[in-house]
Protein backbone atom coordinates (compact mmCIF):
# COMPACT_ATOMS: atom_id res chain seq x y z
CA UNK A 1 0.00 0.00 0.00
CA UNK A 2 1.58 3.43 -0.61
CA UNK A 3 1.05 6.61 1.42
CA UNK A 4 -1.81 8.00 -0.49
CA UNK A 5 -3.94 4.99 -0.27
CA UNK A 6 -2.93 5.05 3.79
CA UNK A 7 -3.83 7.98 4.10
CA UNK A 8 -7.02 7.76 2.64
CA UNK A 9 -7.48 4.17 5.00
CA UNK A 10 -6.62 6.24 8.13
CA UNK A 11 -8.55 9.55 7.38
CA UNK A 12 -11.87 7.32 5.70
CA UNK A 13 -14.04 8.68 8.48
CA UNK A 14 -12.55 11.69 9.91
CA UNK A 15 -13.91 15.35 9.97
CA UNK A 16 -10.64 16.92 8.08
CA UNK A 17 -11.49 20.47 9.96
CA UNK A 18 -11.25 18.02 13.27
CA UNK A 19 -7.66 16.88 11.82
CA UNK A 20 -6.21 20.54 10.85
CA UNK A 21 -7.17 21.57 14.13
CA UNK A 22 -4.91 18.53 15.82
CA UNK A 23 -2.33 19.82 13.03
CA UNK A 24 -2.30 23.22 14.92
CA UNK A 25 -4.35 25.31 12.88
CA UNK A 26 -6.62 27.78 13.94
CA UNK A 27 -10.54 27.90 13.79
CA UNK A 28 -10.41 30.24 11.15
CA UNK A 29 -7.37 28.45 9.18
CA UNK A 30 -8.68 24.88 8.99
CA UNK A 31 -11.14 25.08 7.33
CA UNK A 32 -8.36 25.82 4.06
CA UNK A 33 -6.19 23.46 5.50
CA UNK A 34 -9.19 20.70 5.43
CA UNK A 35 -8.93 21.58 1.94
CA UNK A 36 -5.33 21.19 1.53
CA UNK A 37 -5.80 18.13 2.84
CA UNK A 38 -8.02 16.48 0.09
CA UNK A 39 -5.20 17.67 -1.80
CA UNK A 40 -2.95 15.13 -0.62
CA UNK A 41 -5.34 12.65 -0.86
CA UNK A 42 -6.28 13.07 -4.95
CA UNK A 43 -2.76 14.48 -6.02
CA UNK A 44 -1.45 12.11 -7.35
CA UNK A 45 2.22 13.78 -6.23
CA UNK A 46 0.98 13.76 -2.81
CA UNK A 47 0.19 17.69 -2.83
CA UNK A 48 4.09 18.53 -2.67
CA UNK A 49 4.49 20.72 -5.43
CA UNK A 50 0.95 22.92 -5.61
CA UNK A 51 1.25 25.80 -5.94
CA UNK A 52 -1.18 26.88 -2.36
CA UNK A 53 0.77 27.39 0.69
CA UNK A 54 0.30 28.82 4.13
CA UNK A 55 2.82 30.32 6.90
CA UNK A 56 2.78 27.63 8.83
CA UNK A 57 3.92 24.71 6.90
CA UNK A 58 5.44 24.20 3.50
CA UNK A 59 4.31 21.57 1.11
CA UNK A 60 6.53 19.03 2.57
CA UNK A 61 6.08 19.72 6.24
CA UNK A 62 2.43 19.17 5.87
CA UNK A 63 2.70 15.79 4.47
CA UNK A 64 5.12 15.54 7.52
CA UNK A 65 2.36 16.52 10.40
CA UNK A 66 -0.62 15.18 8.44
CA UNK A 67 1.13 11.91 8.74
CA UNK A 68 2.29 12.12 12.33
CA UNK A 69 -1.19 13.11 12.94
CA UNK A 70 -2.88 10.12 12.08
CA UNK A 71 -0.11 8.32 13.64
CA UNK A 72 1.45 7.02 9.98
CA UNK A 73 5.75 6.46 9.93
CA UNK A 74 6.44 8.68 6.63
CA UNK A 75 9.85 7.29 6.88
CA UNK A 76 8.37 4.22 5.75
CA UNK A 77 7.53 5.69 2.01
CA UNK A 78 10.86 7.56 1.59
CA UNK A 79 11.39 5.81 -1.74
CA UNK A 80 7.83 6.65 -2.69
CA UNK A 81 8.55 10.62 -2.19
CA UNK A 82 11.63 10.39 -4.04
CA UNK A 83 10.74 8.94 -6.77
CA UNK A 84 7.74 11.76 -6.39
CA UNK A 85 10.52 14.41 -6.62
CA UNK A 86 12.47 12.40 -9.52
CA UNK A 87 9.03 12.24 -11.94
CA UNK A 88 8.51 15.70 -11.26
CA UNK A 89 12.53 16.89 -12.54
CA UNK A 90 11.79 14.25 -15.34
CA UNK A 91 8.47 16.57 -16.18
CA UNK A 92 10.17 19.72 -16.13
CA UNK A 93 13.08 18.87 -17.82
CA UNK A 94 10.89 17.25 -20.52
CA UNK A 95 11.76 18.79 -23.94
CA UNK A 96 7.82 20.12 -24.76
CA UNK A 97 7.73 18.19 -27.99
CA UNK A 98 5.51 20.33 -30.60
CA UNK A 99 3.71 20.42 -34.33
CA UNK A 100 4.20 23.14 -36.54
CA UNK A 101 1.61 23.86 -38.93
CA UNK A 102 3.52 24.39 -42.15
CA UNK A 103 1.24 26.49 -44.76
CA UNK A 104 4.78 27.95 -46.77
CA UNK A 105 3.50 31.20 -45.69
CA UNK A 106 4.85 34.11 -47.39
CA UNK A 107 4.02 37.46 -45.87
CA UNK A 108 2.28 39.94 -48.46
CA UNK A 109 2.00 43.48 -46.55
CA UNK A 110 -0.08 41.94 -43.80
CA UNK A 111 0.06 43.82 -40.68
CA UNK A 112 2.58 42.75 -38.25
CA UNK A 113 0.00 43.04 -35.52
CA UNK A 114 -2.18 40.70 -37.16
CA UNK A 115 0.83 38.05 -37.41
CA UNK A 116 1.16 37.90 -33.28
CA UNK A 117 -2.30 37.74 -33.00
CA UNK A 118 -2.68 34.20 -34.84
CA UNK A 119 0.72 33.67 -34.35
CA UNK A 120 -0.53 30.98 -31.59
CA UNK A 121 -2.63 28.92 -34.56
CA UNK A 122 0.38 28.14 -36.25
CA UNK A 123 1.45 25.32 -33.39
CA UNK A 124 -0.24 22.46 -32.12
CA UNK A 125 0.62 22.54 -28.34
CA UNK A 126 0.86 18.57 -26.89
CA UNK A 127 -0.27 17.84 -23.42
CA UNK A 128 2.73 16.81 -20.94
CA UNK A 129 1.35 13.67 -20.65
CA UNK A 130 2.16 12.99 -24.10
CA UNK A 131 5.39 14.63 -24.32
CA UNK A 132 6.36 12.36 -21.14
CA UNK A 133 5.89 9.40 -23.72
CA UNK A 134 8.67 7.97 -25.72
CA UNK A 135 9.18 9.46 -29.20
CA UNK A 136 8.01 6.02 -31.47
CA UNK A 137 4.67 6.73 -29.00
CA UNK A 138 4.06 10.42 -29.38
CA UNK A 139 4.41 10.18 -32.83
CA UNK A 140 2.23 7.72 -33.32
CA UNK A 141 -0.50 9.62 -31.54
CA UNK A 142 0.62 12.87 -33.55
CA UNK A 143 -0.14 11.26 -36.45
CA UNK A 144 -3.54 10.58 -35.89
CA UNK A 145 -3.86 14.09 -34.09
CA UNK A 146 -2.84 16.01 -37.59
CA UNK A 147 -4.86 14.26 -39.73
CA UNK A 148 -8.06 14.94 -37.43
CA UNK A 149 -6.94 18.33 -36.78
CA UNK A 150 -6.18 18.88 -41.44
CA UNK A 151 -10.01 17.62 -40.80
CA UNK A 152 -11.76 20.23 -38.67
CA UNK A 153 -10.03 23.38 -39.70
CA UNK A 154 -11.24 22.16 -43.44
CA UNK A 155 -7.48 22.49 -44.48
CA UNK A 156 -6.82 26.06 -44.07
CA UNK A 157 -5.34 27.88 -41.74
CA UNK A 158 -6.88 31.15 -41.25
CA UNK A 159 -4.56 34.15 -42.54
CA UNK A 160 -1.98 31.79 -42.76
CA UNK A 161 -3.01 29.70 -45.98
CA UNK A 162 -3.73 26.28 -46.94
CA UNK A 163 -1.69 23.40 -45.02
CA UNK A 164 0.47 21.38 -46.66
CA UNK A 165 2.34 19.54 -44.40
CA UNK A 166 3.09 19.58 -40.56
CA UNK A 167 6.01 19.30 -38.80
CA UNK A 168 6.53 17.65 -35.94
CA UNK A 169 9.39 18.67 -33.06
CA UNK A 170 9.78 15.66 -30.75
CA UNK A 171 13.50 15.89 -29.38
CA UNK A 172 15.89 18.36 -29.17
CA UNK A 173 17.22 18.83 -32.99
CA UNK A 174 14.92 16.49 -34.22
CA UNK A 175 11.78 16.60 -36.55
CA UNK A 176 9.65 14.77 -38.97
CA UNK A 177 7.46 16.09 -41.66
CA UNK A 178 4.08 14.64 -41.84
CA UNK A 179 1.41 14.91 -44.23
CA UNK A 180 -2.00 16.01 -44.20
CA UNK A 181 -3.14 12.39 -43.75
CA UNK A 182 -0.34 11.60 -40.71
CA UNK A 183 2.32 9.81 -43.38
CA UNK A 184 5.74 10.41 -42.36
CA UNK A 185 7.59 11.97 -45.07
CA UNK A 186 10.69 12.51 -44.24
CA UNK A 187 13.29 12.62 -41.16
CA UNK A 188 14.78 16.22 -40.21
CA UNK A 189 12.63 18.17 -43.16
CA UNK A 190 14.10 21.65 -43.92
CA UNK A 191 11.94 23.88 -42.56
CA UNK A 192 12.23 27.78 -41.72
CA UNK A 193 10.32 29.51 -39.33
CA UNK A 194 9.85 33.15 -39.03
CA UNK A 195 7.51 33.71 -35.97
CA UNK A 196 5.39 37.21 -35.80
CA UNK A 197 5.58 38.58 -32.27
CA UNK A 198 4.18 42.20 -31.27
CA UNK A 199 6.71 44.09 -28.17
CA UNK A 200 6.56 47.41 -26.32
CA UNK A 201 9.78 47.63 -24.70
CA UNK A 202 11.28 44.57 -25.36
CA UNK A 203 8.23 42.60 -23.67
CA UNK A 204 6.40 40.08 -25.50
CA UNK A 205 2.80 40.61 -26.18
CA UNK A 206 1.60 38.02 -28.11
CA UNK A 207 1.03 35.25 -25.51
CA UNK A 208 -0.82 38.15 -23.23
CA UNK A 209 -2.85 39.38 -26.48
CA UNK A 210 -3.62 35.68 -27.23
CA UNK A 211 -5.08 34.61 -24.14
CA UNK A 212 -7.50 37.37 -23.51
Request: glycine share 4%; with cysteine; proline share 2%.
Amino acid sequence: MNLQSELKLKLAHSNFQDIAQLMGYSKKAKIKAAIRIDSVLSDPQLNLYAGAFDFKFSNRQFLDKLCEVVEIDIKQFQTEIVDIHLADEKMKNRFQSYVFIDTGFKREGQPVWMLSMFEPRRYIQLEYEVQMLPAHKQITLVRSLVKQHYIDCDGTLKLWGDIQRYIFFYTEGCKLALSVDGVVLEDEPNVNIAKASLSINHTNLTKTLVSK
